[in-house]
């Protein structure tokens, strides 16, 4: 500042004729200040000169910290003085309303945390810490800090918060540094003073944490104090940004000629801010030194080394910022000033600053290193308005081959995973599945797992979705197996069946079981077990709509054959006496046949009804989320009742012809055998009936019963009518002969003709 005054005053070109003076005050305590800021009131000023009050004060520089800032800051408005800082950076002096007269030669907070941002993008650290003092300051600054951060993808794990002054507990410490290290980031900023990063560090130490990248503001970048912590350079890499330190080169001649050369320059016993003579040059100004210290050359260049000479330019630039705009506002020029006009300090405020009434020049991208004992402030970039330039080869990684350190919470979460929040730590951090339902395939982890579409399904830690496996009755289903197991079986004993009637046609035995008849209920019987093959494998279209005719259709000419042969026997017995005539129509006209086709065919029509207004249809019941079971709907309800109906009617028929004849000859009568298959035939249907209804047909259940029923049926008829007609053909030849057969019907006719009497 002495620097910047001494040159004005020496210029012909800036203020000429005009003298500047200056008071300097100390700001080492509260009381020091406060008391320097209201000797600046205007009674105050006036009384203490003797001449009226001639000097006007043009405005204050300083002072250094932000707390002492903000309070005489609030008294310079009131005094409607101008005031420039040199050092203060927070953000709270950009609002113009607050602090209307105030300016800054450096700038403000958040150029330097988006240089920080910067500096943390260009080496893609993703996952790092925030430690802040307790000061609003800082912790607004840590709030701007991850605002930020979030913006660029980077995410600030853990905010740390330490006591604000020296107090600060080692206990309050080591509990920040530990939960930095839970966090598991290995990069760290911290925004605080050097003052409480000096004992932080002396925890890291202690705590012998290695290995780390710590990022620093201004306010401890360059602090010897810290640098100088034992061990410290063991926990890691420093990294921080400065204030571009603008060189004065006439500056070290001015502190070597002020300090080692008496008298040359001193300052001013009382505060005569403007000078009083327009056409002396400093004349009076200032009074010689009470002492100067000489200093050795050693000595001066540790003062000229030290990192508040960073400051010297800006205090520099601030004096010189209100002579120019002094120079404005008295319209001097090449020739001199005119006469000087009454001005008020505030007239100032037409200073061109920014927007926010801060100057930004820039900062310088430092690193530590040390060497030989000895640490140094080593610069290896810059950064300026969005542009960072930084040589990565000058920075000592304390890292396995000096690569530079990772800081990301996971490099990539598998396929299926998602990042998830995790103990102290704000940043998705974790890698969890993806729950059934819901997938994702961004290799790189995502924040939300997707919803599978409707219709579609996913297991946990999935890619992507899966459509639902589509089952039908297969031989995969030990029950299936059974079943199909059961119908070969049946199969095969009707095939026996029928070599056994076809080898003894001949015989009496297969003539009273129906003779041509008896091969028709075979065949009918084995079309009706084939049947049931139409019910495994998946299903389509036609074999739905075949299925139910094809085994209704054979089935019943089954039953009908069964049917007409007990009607025959009961008329040949007990009616073709009393109806001779109709007995010879019957066998004129092959009424046997004429019945079976007759009966056969109206279910036909039925089953054509059917199919033509409410055809089956192919259907897919929904299991569950992975499962859908194709089906064969049968459509309206009363088609597939229509159809079982009549046959349940036809084995009506036969079991009352069943009863009626059982008291013929115990080669022709069948009834207790043929009541207990229409029985089983009956209950089976009515009870799968029941079932379907309830159910709506669906489910694989209703499917495998229907196809248990259908063998049920086959098996009744088979078990009660054609195997035991089998054993005596095969097993009692004595009873397969035409004398036995005649004794049978000669006992008959006896017994019956004895009732009758």
Not at 546 to 553: E, H, T
Request: net charge neutral.
């Amino acid at each position: 500042m002495r620097l910047a005054i001494e040159e004005i005053n020496n210029s012909s070109i800036l203020l000429p004729n005009i003298t500047l003076g200056y008071h300097i005050w100390d700001t080492c305590q509260e009381k020091h200040y406060l008391q320097a800021v209201f000797q600046l009131a205007p009674d105050q000023r006036c009384r203490s000169q003797q001449a009226g009050c001639p000097e006007k004060v043009i405005g204050v520089v300083g002072p250094d910290s932000a707390d002492m800032t903000q309070l005489t800051s609030r008294i310079l408005t009131f005094y409607r003085l101008p005031q420039i800082c040199y050092s203060v950076k927070d953000e709270i002096f950009t609002d113009k309303d607050l602090f209307p007269l105030l300016f800054r030669m450096v700038p403000n907070e958040n150029h330097q945390i988006s240089g920080l941002i910067s500096l943390i993008k260009a080496f893609d650290w993703k996952w790092v810490s925030a430690v802040g003092s307790g000061t609003k300051a800082s912790q607004k600054s840590v709030q701007t800090l991850i605002a930020e951060a979030a913006e660029e993808d980077i995410c600030i794990s853990y905010q740390g918060v330490m006591t604000a002054d020296l107090s600060v507990s080692e206990s309050q410490l080591q509990k920040v540094i530990e939960n930095i290290e839970k966090a598991g980031t290995n990069v760290t900023i911290i925004l605080s003073d050097d003052a409480i990063v000096q004992k932080f560090f002396q925890i890291v130490t202690k705590l012998k944490i290695t290995g780390k990248v710590w990022i620093a503001p201004e306010t401890w970048v360059l602090s010897s104090s810290v640098a100088a912590v034992p061990g410290i350079e063991k926990t890691g890499t420093v990294l921080g940004l400065t204030i571009k330190p603008i060189k004065l080169p006439q500056f070290t001649h001015f502190v070597e000629k002020t300090l080692q050369c008496p008298h040359a320059a001193s300052p001013p016993a009382s505060p005569v801010p403007f000078g009083p003579h327009e056409q002396g040059r400093a004349q009076g100004c200032s009074q010689a030194c009470d002492e100067c210290h000489l200093l050795s050359l050693d000595s001066l260049a540790d003062i000229l080394n030290s990192s508040i000479w960073h400051w010297s330019f800006y205090s520099y630039a601030a004096v010189y910022t209100l002579a120019e705009a002094l120079h404005w506002l008295f319209g001097c020029g090449p020739g001199g000033c005119p006469p000087r006009k009454e001005f008020e300090p505030w007239q100032n405020n037409t200073i061109q600053f920014s927007d926010q009434g801060d100057l930004f020049l820039g900062y310088n991208v430092i690193t530590w290193s040390w060497g030989n004992g000895a640490f140094d402030f080593k610069t290896i970039g810059s950064y300026s308005s969005q542009s960072l330039k930084i040589n990565q080869s000058n920075i000592d990684w304390l890292t396995p081959g000096g690569q530079v350190p990772k800081s990301s919470c996971i490099a990539v979460c598998g396929v299926g995973q998602i990042r998830t929040k995790q103990l102290l730590d704000e940043c998705l951090c974790r890698c969890d599945d993806c729950q059934e339902g819901t997938y994702q395939n961004n290799s790189t982890g995502a924040a939300d797992c997707l919803l599978c579409p409707a219709g579609m399904w996913s297991p946990p830690k999935s890619s992507q979705c899966f459509y639902p496996h589509v089952t039908f009755l297969d031989m995969a289903d030990t029950n299936i197996s059974a079943l199909v197991i059961l119908t070969i079986v049946d199969f095969f004993l009707l095939c026996g069946c029928l070599l056994v009637f076809a080898i003894n046609w001949q015989t009496p035995v297969v003539k009273a079981a129906g003779g041509k008849l008896a091969f028709v209920m075979l065949a009918s019987l084995l079309a009706s077990c084939a049947s049931t093959s139409l019910f495994i494998g998946r299903p389509t279209w036609a074999t739905c709509l075949v299925r139910q005719p094809f085994f209704a259709i054979s089935f019943t000419l089954c039953v009908s054959c069964l049917l007409v042969r007990s009607f025959q026997i009961i008329f040949i017995f007990k009616m073709a006496g009393k109806l001779p005539r109709a007995h010879k129509y019957w066998l004129r006209y092959k009424g046997t046949y004429a019945c079976v086709g007759l009966s056969s065919g109206l279910q036909a029509v039925l089953c054509a009804l059917w199919l033509y207004f409410s055809p089956p249809t192919l259907k897919a019941d929904v299991i569950s989320e992975r499962e859908v079971f194709l089906r064969c709907s049968e459509g309206h309800f009363l088609g597939l009742g229509a159809v079982l109906g009549y046959i349940t009617l036809l084995g009506g028929a036969c079991f009352v012809f069943a009863f009626w004849g059982r008291n013929l000859p115990k080669n022709y009568s069948e009834a207790r055998l043929l009541t207990t298959s229409m029985l089983i035939f009956l209950m089976g249907w009515g009870c799968f009936m029941l079932i379907y209804t309830t159910t709506e047909g669906k489910g694989k259940q209703i499917a495998a019963l229907q196809m248990f029923t259908v063998q049920t049926s086959v098996y009744a008829i088979l078990c009660t009518f054609f195997l035991p007609k089998c054993y005596i053909v095969l097993f009692k030849p004595q009873f397969n002969t035409v004398a036995h057969f005649q004794t049978c019907i000669q006992a008959y006719t006896t017994t019956a003709r004895n009732v009758r009497h």
